[in-house]
Structure formats: structure tokens, C-alpha cells
């Protein structure tokens, strides 16, 4: 059995599971879920159809770089999004959704040899990042966000000794589970570093088509090419369909960047069996090609947060996030409780879900950045979500009054 196994830590829904154990919410209450972070709007009748009527590929195999059409895909999307002109056959790539590819990418990068090898993650984070560094055989090291600058990361505080050592940094920007978008000054900074260390950075925007302000979140690769780095060296960005789209169980994305880097991921990807099938491929074709229902999915998040947002500040320290489809919020003092029994006693007596943001994070230079915050994912319709908050108001006010 491979040792670093051991090394994994449960996933955030296991251990809520077993906070949740003994509890018996009351009948009198509907359940609402807001702790996981699964798109639940409908999925556009467009790409089902995309679906059916191309299920004759199934009789073929299909090639780990995806059909000339699907990489054209991609890049059509970048150029209209980012205003960035992508090379098809050597700068994208597909991929079975982010997870799958930022797990198969640290293997790709990480040289665990020389045992030093470490990988620079903010904290709080997608679990996926630390899995993926252990193993890979590599040391993770977790740089905390700073609620007084909106949860940008604090990368200075990152030891020099830790960064000559680092091979992979993750960033996630719009960030989860914070919301907060990195802007183009932190960008710099990251890729003076990346220049002076050699790392690569695998930037994961898989929320970066939900936002509440009228300008897109800056990306990855637009960032570089602001910046003159039209070769995007050592970068790779990552990005989803699932929440986009509202196809999390199409499995489907697509990473694009360092040519270098891309051809590398390729021939890991050919003998991991990571093509994608020509079924999806078809089905991606067609919703990478469409913006209208993402104008219409990213209306229904702004409404929902528009109508949930001020009803929850009024009793918690919680504001509208960049981007994403979460809540950061911070659990009142004068409840007396932590996080963990914030979501306890939420579901024992208003059955709503919520996920404890120290669940999010680690202890690191003597603190957990996630401690005392729950995360709330708003992704049930807007009445649902209302109620839920309505909830999380009568429960914080009936122990606080």
C-alpha cells in the first residue's frame, strides 16, 4: 500500500458527517443545505441535447488532446473572455473537470526526489491542493489569508526558505471559500517570485463566471499578458464548466498556458487514461460557445445574494464576496460557541446545513484562518435560501437576545 495514503486527511464532508452524527433535526423544518458547494440550477436543455445526438462517438476512443474542434473551442472562449489569442494544439489542453486535473497536474510537477520538495497553498483552501501535494511526495505549506485586506493571502509572510524550496504554488482566484479576486498588483508579485524561485503556479478559476461587480474577475493568464509575459511561463489556469454551466456531473473542463508545461500534463495525461469522451467533448463544444445562459446563471446568483447578504449582516460579520457562490461568514462572539458547534446546533434545532470554515483550513503559524467562520453555499433557489437565512437570524437572535 502506498505509505502517503496515510497522510490524507478526512474530506470536509466526512468530518461533517461525523459532527452531524446524534443529530436529529426537527420534522417541523424542511431540510436546506448549504453546505456543499453544488451547483443546482438547472442545466441548459442545450447541452442535453448536445448530448443525445452525439452518442454515436461512443464507438470510438478518444485522443487525451481532445478534437481539434473542442481545443478551438477553448480558445474561442479566451480570446472573447480574456482577449488573449491561445495556439489550439499547444496551449490547451481537456480535462475531466478541475479537481481530477489540479490533483494529475502536482504529479506532473512535483519532482519528490531530493525529499524537499514543497508546495505554497492558501489556507483557507480546496482540499484537493494538500491531497494532491502529499502525494505527489511533496511538503505543503499553507499561507494564510488576512480577513483585514478581504482575504487576500498574505504571500509575504511566507518564509524565503520556504519559497527555495517551493516547485507548485496553488492559487485560487475568485477563491473559495472566501470570494475574494486577486488583483493585478498580487499577480506581480507572484510571478517575480515564480521568476526568482522557478516555481509553477496552477492557477484554479473555476468560479471566475460568477461575479456581482460589472467588471470580470481578472484571470490568470490575462494577468500574465498585462504584465508582458505573453509566453505565460510557468503558469497553467484551470477552469470549469460545472459551476458555469451547472454541469458538475459532466466532469469537464480544460487547463491552458506554459506550452512547456501543457505538453508535459499531455504525456502524463496519455498514460493516466485521462481522454475525454467524444460525448462530452460534443456537449462542451456547445456550452463554451454560449454565453447567454451564463449571463442567466450568473443573474440568479446576484439576485439570491442580493436578497441573503443583508439579512445575514444584520446579525453576522459577513459581506458580498467578490465572486463565487459563497458566504464567509463569521460566527457572532456572543454565541459563545466555535464553528463547529455553530453548524451543530443550527441543524439540531432549524435544520439548515452550513460548513465550518475551520473544516476549510489547517493550524498553521499558530492558527486556523477558517476558525470561528462558517461557509454557506447559496446554490438552491432563492426562495430556499432566503428561508435558510431567516433561519440562521431566528437561531443567532433567540441566543442572543
Not at 460579520?317 to 455553530?342: C, R
Amino acid at each position: 500500500m502506498n505509505p502517503l495514503l496515510s497522510h490524507l486527511q478526512p474530506y470536509p464532508f466526512e468530518r461533517l458527517r461525523q459532527l452531524f452524527a446524534g443529530v436529529t433535526p426537527p420534522s417541523s423544518y424542511s431540510a436546506i443545505s448549504l453546505g456543499m458547494g453544488e451547483p443546482r440550477h438547472p442545466t441548459p436543455q442545450f447541452i442535453k441535447d448536445a448530448i443525445s445526438i452525439n452518442l454515436a462517438g461512443l464507438a470510438s476512443y478518444p485522443a487525451t488532446a481532445g478534437e481539434p474542434a473542442l481545443r478551438e473551442a477553448f480558445t474561442r472562449w479566451v480570446k472573447g473572455r480574456y482577449a488573449l489569442t491561445l495556439d489550439a494544439a499547444t496551449q490547451v489542453l481537456p480535462v475531466n473537470g478541475s479537481r481530477e486535473a489540479l490533483f494529475a497536474f502536482a504529479q506532473t510537477i512535483i519532482d519528490p526526489t531530493g525529499g524537499q520538495a514543497m508546495v505554497v497553498c492558501p489556507n483557507p483552501f480546496y482540499q484537493i491542493y494538500e491531497g494532491a501535494t502529499l502525494l505527489a511526495g511533496a511538503t505543503p505549506y499553507y499561507a494564510a489569508s488576512d480577513p483585514s485586506r478581504n482575504f487576500a493571502v498574505n504571500w509575504d509572510a511566507v518564509p524565503e526558505s520556504v519559497w527555495q524550496r517551493t516547485q507548485l504554488l496553488f492559487v485560487c482566484s475568485p477563491g473559495n471559500p472566501t470570494g475574494a479576486v486577486m488583483p493585478l498588483g498580487e499577480w506581480k508579485k507572484l510571478f517575480e517570485l515564480s521568476d526568482r524561485f522557478g516555481f509553477v503556479i496552477a492557477s484554479d478559476e473555476c468560479y471566475s463566471e460568477i461575479y456581482f461587480r460589472d467588471e470580470p474577475p481578472l484571470g490568470g493568464l490575462e494577468a500574465a499578458a498585462k504584465l508582458g509575459r505573453s509566453d505565460f511561463r510557468n503558469l497553467v489556469s484551470f477552469t470549469s464548466l460545472s459551476k458555469r454551466s451547472n454541469v458538475p456531473g459532466l466532469r469537464s473542463g480544460f487547463v491552458a498556458g506554459d506550452a512547456t508545461l501543457i505538453k508535459a500534463f499531455l504525456l502524463y495525461r496519455t498514460y493516466h487514461g485521462s481522454a475525454m469522451s467524444p460525448v462530452i467533448q460534443a456537449a462542451c463544444i456547445a456550452a463554451w460557445g454560449d454565453e447567454q445562459h451564463v449571463v442567466e446563471n450568473r443573474t440568479r446568483y446576484r439576485k439570491k445574494f442580493a436578497q441573503v447578504t443583508p439579512l445575514l449582516a444584520g446579525v453576522m460579520d459577513v459581506a458580498l464576496p467578490d465572486a463565487g457562490f459563497y458566504l464567509w461568514a463569521k460566527v457572532p462572539e456572543a454565541l459563545g460557541m466555535d464553528d463547529a458547534e455553530f453548524a451543530r446546533e443550527l441543524l439540531a434545532q432549524y435544520n439548515v446545513t452550513v460548513l465550518p470554515g475551520s473544516y476549510l483550513a489547517r493550524e498553521a503559524q499558530g492558527s486556523n484562518p477558517g476558525a470561528q467562520r462558517v461557509r454557506m453555499a447559496l446554490v438552491a433557489d432563492v426562495q430556499e435560501c432566503v428561508e435558510a437565512a431567516l433561519r440562521i437570524v431566528q437561531f443567532i437572535q433567540s441566543r442572543t437576545a
